[in-house]
């Protein structure tokens, strides 16, 4: 068939031989300044032996076996991302290291009243452990306090901290929970996620739903007016 442009005339042309080229030709593009590969070389080769270091050759090895994999021989892709990649991962997936930040500093109430703290609509990204694709989404968190609380940004920086792992949404409603439990040993406690999952909507059934999971103990679990704070 004739393909007319503004570019000129193209014989026996088709959409699909046209996309397998730029393909093929962006798996063996122009490498990328020297200048960048040499200085991600650098800070490889400059890696210690701590597990910190040990992690990141892992995964940069990993992701550069993977590239090359796929058919990435030159260019940004074969030489860059690989490095990006790990420390972007490495940041996403440091959950253990994010909860031994926090400082669980309390502060003393009044147990005189009962007055429940509701943190809402928490933000939060992680990777399912069944295929290591993303799911991300919000959390709320409630509890009544048993004469101390917690400051507040301690909540969102708890929601990270467990996010941050290979996960199931399930274990992480429960594991904020638990970590609440332990340190505040309120007399009741509130977690639901909501989240999108990619292994769910982008690959197999590709189904565009929201999964809910919700945890409510103590006085959550026995009274409905404290569960009903999370859905004003």
């Known amino acids: 068939m004739e393909y007319n442009s503004c570019y000129g005339n193209r014989t026996s042309w088709t959409k699909s ?5 730029y393909i ?3 798996k063996k593009s122009k490498n990328p300044d020297r200048f960048v590969v040499n200085k991600v070389k650098k800070i490889y080769f400059g890696l210690g032996d701590d597990p910190k ?3 990141i050759k892992s995964f940069q090895d990993s ?9 990435y021989v030159s260019g940004d892709v074969a030489e860059l991302t ?10 996403l997936l440091n959950g253990e290291a994010e909860y031994d930040a926090i400082e669980w500093r309390t502060f003393e109430v009044s147990s005189e009243k009962e007055q429940a703290v509701i943190v809402k609509d928490i933000p939060f990204y992680s990777f399912c452990e069944h295929h290591i694709l993303p799911f991300w ?3 709320s968190v409630g509890y009544l306090p048993n004469k101390e609380v917690v400051g507040l940004d301690k909540i969102p920086k708890l929601v990270s901290a467990v996010a941050h792992n290979l996960q199931l949404q399930e274990r992480i409603t429960n594991q904020i929970a638990d970590v609440l439990e332990e340190k505040l040993q309120p007399l009741g406690i509130g977690v639901i996620v909501e989240a999108n999952h990619m292994c769910v909507c982008a690959r197999g059934i590709k189904s565009d739903c929201q999964t809910r999971t ?3 103990l103590g006085e959550f679990k026995k009274n409905e007016s404290y ?3 999370f859905y004003k």
């Not at 992701?63 to 058919?71: A, D, R, T």
């Not at 690989?82 to 940041?91: D, I, K, Q, S, V």
């Open 17 to 21: 031989q046209t996309v397998k080229a």
């Open 24 to 26: 093929k030709s962006s």
């Open 53 to 55: 270091s040990r992690l």
């Open 63 to 71: 992701f550069s076996n993977i590239i090359k994999g796929l058919g």
């Open 82 to 91: 690989p490095h990006r990649a790990a420390y972007g991962y490495l940041e």
């Open 137 to 139: 989404g919000k959390v």
């Open 214 to 216: 919700s945890l409510f």
């Open 227 to 229: 569960q009903n704070m």
